[in-house]
DNA sequence: CGAGGTGTTGAGATTTGTCAACCTACGTGG
DNA sequence: CCACGTAGGTTGACAAATCTCAACACCTCG
């Protein structure tokens, strides 16, 4: 949305404060006692923006950071050992990105910004060593890393048992839903990735995603100008997840 | 497949000794020194015999711990909101099983024996507390995370951007593979799951796995008897995978 | 103002699912 | 030890969902 000159921040001093985020909640932070926010604050060694179509890091990257959005929105993809790309996910501020490569494995996939992003960075040496000491934080992550492999399942049922209509209709209601804990309007916002994207994230073709925009347009579901897209019927998307 | 009356074995005192286990390295004890194994042995406070079709632990479960199968074979599935089953992983000796309910979280699935197994109970609270001591362990752990992470990733590209018939291939080559390692044959095995199990697993209905089972058989790619699986050509499985 | 990326729509092909019949192995109880 | 019931597996014919290919529309940006 707004697209600054980005002149790439370092804050190698450290003006971040987990204290008076206000994402902290669904961050690393969410949870850690407050007279502990501030050692959990040095794990930020630096903060870091990222252009619209640039990415964050590559699968087969060295993995050493786990990172946290502070702004913007970010896709990451798989690509096969045969080329075959896939969208994993969709990420937005206050989310995590970069946890598969925890423990060393090296990252597994790359993480785009779709938009011109912001993120805080977080040495996973950092991150143990201050987990070490602050033990909430130690729990905190592992938390996050059982929601990551938990958000996963989620998918998997999506691809594995749910029909085109039903798939996009609960990406849609993950998306409001998402944006709405945020504090944005859940039913009117803009989709910041392409149909292709879509359609790859939901396992289905462009065409189908778009085929599939006009029918719940036509159902009365939704208003969808391109990017722009109103939930006209909340429940009546629900509805379609039932059988 | 020895079938023991099963006394539902409680080794409250310790006979169990990750240095001598012959499947320490794909174990949570995989890369920790051996100076620190038998600190890392105190991990395991029970070991538990499931029989065939019973439950090593549901969704909902308030998870306290992390459990590796020293023999056996199990089904994880996640069941929906709305009722919505899929069975989201195969897991054997070695494996690991119950890593999502890390960090409190609760189990999110549920782990199913397929034959009768033998696993090794590992509390939270325990690695997490000898995971201080041994930072090897930490490290593991946390590696171990990712890389479940990161087996989600695998699946999301299989049902996201693959055929039937690939699908199929990669699940009998990944079985393959996993045997082999093992130390078992890779080209004949048994597949201790029904067809419809690997069918909600590849999101495909279990006629379709049939049909595909007969089809591979008729291009000379494999040998099928109900269970009883030979991979004849193991490349051109592999060759299938390739567009 | 033109080009290229993105999105939409239609017609027809293909893949996969559905329904129904039937077969086979296995375990149980007579 | 056999017979039968049942769960699991296969096959066929047909239906439905989704994909493919192709044409075109729209929007943005240089």
Redesign the pocket.
Known sequence: MLRQPAPSVSAGAREVSCASCNLRESCLSGGVPTEDLERVANIVSTRRRVRRDEPLFRAGDESRCLYAIRSGFFKTIVIADDGREQVTGFFMAGELLGMEGFGGGGYNDSAIALEDSDVCVMPYSLIEEIGREVPSLHRRLHAVLGREIVRGHGIMVLLGSM???QRLAAFLLNLSRRYLRRGYSGSRFL?RM???EIGSYL?????????L??AFHQDGLLD????QLSIVDIQGLERLLAD
């Not at 396992?203 to 085929?211: A, D, M, N, Q």
């Open positions: 029909s085109a209509k989709l392409t149909r292709e396992g289905l073709k462009i065409e189908t995603v778009s085929r925009f006009t969808v100008q391109y990017r």
